[in-house]
């Protein structure tokens, strides 16, 4: 049985990348030219078509998205695990009203792919704790999410 392909998120993506959460991010590597993989948290589907996040403006994976603007998000959602490919681009190299320098990221998406192995489903989700201060960790991520928001 075929997996499942969409030209956009479906509902339940849609919904799930509302918040902040747990995704990860290839790129091709800018001086190797291999794949490149990061954990991110600063995500948020702006439309069915189109995802922000957010990274440090120092990152790796702007120079990478600069020379090879083609990505695939990892997202673990729906009791599956999907790659969502597309086009990004720096739509901010520096998101306002943000304490950290934070560039903003633009990913038109191109396929959405169920990538889940035949026969299975997830039925526990990546969780993640924040290990410094709880507070000044919420505080940053409701700015950024905000921030993103209004892009």
């Not at 589907?45 to 083609?70: C, H, M, P, W």
């Not at 999907?82 to 633009?106: F, H, N, T, W």
Request: charged share 30%.
């Amino acid at each position: 049985m075929a997996n499942q392909v969409e030209p956009k998120l479906i509902q339940p993506l849609f919904d799930e990348l509302q918040k902040e959460r747990f995704v990860t991010l290839a790129t091709i590597d800018y001086e190797t030219g291999g794949p490149n993989v990061s954990a991110i948290s600063w995500v948020l589907a702006k439309d069915e078509g189109t995802i922000y996040f957010a990274v440090d403006n120092r990152s790796r994976i702007l120079e990478n998205i600069n020379k090879n603007n083609q990505v695939v998000i990892n997202l673990i959602a729906n009791e599956s695990t999907y790659s969502i490919q597309g086009q990004a681009r720096v739509k901010e190299e520096r998101l306002p009203d943000v304490p950290l320098k934070l560039a903003m990221v633009e990913v038109v998406i191109n396929e959405v792919r169920d990538v889940m192995f035949y026969g299975s489903k997830i039925v526990t989700e990546v969780q993640y704790d924040k290990t410094y201060d709880k507070k000044a960790a919420e505080r940053l991520d409701k700015q950024v999410m905000d921030a993103m928001k209004k892009a």
